[in-house]
């Protein structure tokens, strides 16, 4: 799930870090490593952005 509280551009970095319990700012360095490096994080992110659920319309249900 994305997270609505800790977010940047759309929480993916966020949720994934509250589902691993890790620190939001390793998953953000990450994702940009892997940008820089080869591109994949960069399509990881869109289609993670595109099918994850924002936490609040899980918690609403």
């Known amino acids: 799930m994305r997270s609505t509280n800790d977010r940047r551009i759309a929480g993916v970095c966020g949720g994934l870090a509250k589902y691993t319990n890790t620190d939001p700012t390793v998953v953000r360095i990450l994702f940009l490593i892997s940008i820089i490096f080869g591109g994949f994080g960069f399509w990881a992110y869109l289609v ?7 936490d609040n319309l899980i918690e609403n249900k």
């Open 48 to 54: 993670v952005w595109l099918v994850a659920p924002e």
